[in-house]
């Protein structure tokens, strides 16, 4: 794998900026893909790699830069969860982690570096040197992960019987009839038709 300075200027540039939940986010990733025996996620260890993120802020932009795990490959999965947690899936070995940044971390870094006037500098430079074990809870889980799940071509697409939408791999709900049904036509979406 990349060294971290290497890492963080690739996180930089897809997230736009550098931050400290950059630098946790690709910590995060390092861990995770160690643990689950994916060195080299971008490269050989690709295929074999699923990544769920629990939150949609700059941590999620850091795991997928290090990982490489795109939502479009379906090798990068989102729970919106609001916690700083990935969990890493090797779907070779079956062996899975989820890393889960510690709260304590926070309060580390104001204790570490009380000098540093600013919240986000203390952070950093905390975050950068604290050990994986000061910033990292990490446990062993099974994931539950099946075929509609796996990256690759669709495993199944049905249209929704009241809206016309496709609905690929799985995802329909069945209606009072046993006609397939997107889960917005079924019990309602993020969105309201007008």
């Given at each position: 794998?990349?060294?971290?300075?290497?890492?963080?200027?690739?996180?930089?540039?897809?997230?736009?900026?550098?931050?400290?939940?950059?630098?946790?986010?690709?910590?995060?990733?390092?861990?995770?893909?160690?643990?689950?025996?994916?060195?080299?996620?971008?490269?050989?260890d690709r295929k074999r790699l699923?990544?769920?993120?629990?939150?949609?802020?700059?941590?999620?932009?850091?795991?997928?830069?290090?990982?490489?795990?795109?939502?479009?490959?379906?090798?990068?999965?989102?729970?919106?969860?609001?916690?700083?947690?990935?969990?890493?899936?090797?779907?070779?070995?079956?062996?899975?982690?989820?890393?889960?940044?510690?709260?304590?971390?926070?309060?580390?870094?104001?204790?570490?570096?009380?000098?540093?006037?600013?919240?986000?500098?203390?952070?950093?430079?905390?975050?950068?040197?604290?050990?994986?074990?000061?910033?990292?809870?990490?446990?062993?889980?099974?994931?539950?992960?099946?075929?509609?799940?796996?990256?690759?071509?669709?495993?199944?697409?049905?249209?929704?019987?009241?809206?016309?939408?496709?609905?690929?791999?799985?995802?329909?709900?069945?209606?009072?009839?046993?006609?397939?049904?997107?889960?917005?036509?079924?019990?309602?979406?993020?969105?309201?038709?007008?």
């Amino acid at each position: 794998m990349e060294t971290l300075d290497e890492l963080l200027g690739e996180c930089g540039r897809l997230h736009g900026h550098m931050c400290a939940g950059q630098l946790l986010g690709a910590r995060m990733a390092v861990v995770g893909c160690r643990a689950v025996g994916a060195d080299d996620p971008k490269g050989a260890d690709r295929k074999r790699l699923i990544v769920w993120v629990e939150i949609d802020r700059c941590m999620a932009d850091a795991v997928g830069a290090v990982t490489g795990a795109r939502l479009g490959r379906r090798s990068l999965k989102y729970f919106d969860y609001g916690k700083v947690a990935a969990t890493f899936l090797n779907t070779e070995t079956g062996e899975a982690v989820r890393v889960v940044a510690l709260e304590e971390s926070r309060r580390l870094a104001d204790e570490r570096h009380p000098e540093v006037g600013s919240k986000k500098e203390r952070q950093f430079l905390t975050y950068r040197e604290a050990s994986d074990e000061e910033l990292f809870k990490v446990e062993r889980v099974r994931v539950r992960y099946g075929e509609n799940d796996a990256p690759g071509r669709p495993r199944s697409r049905v249209t929704c019987a009241r809206c016309g939408e496709g609905v690929n791999d799985g995802r329909e709900a069945a209606g009072a009839a046993g006609e397939p049904l997107c889960r917005p036509c079924a019990s309602g979406g993020y969105y309201e038709r007008l």
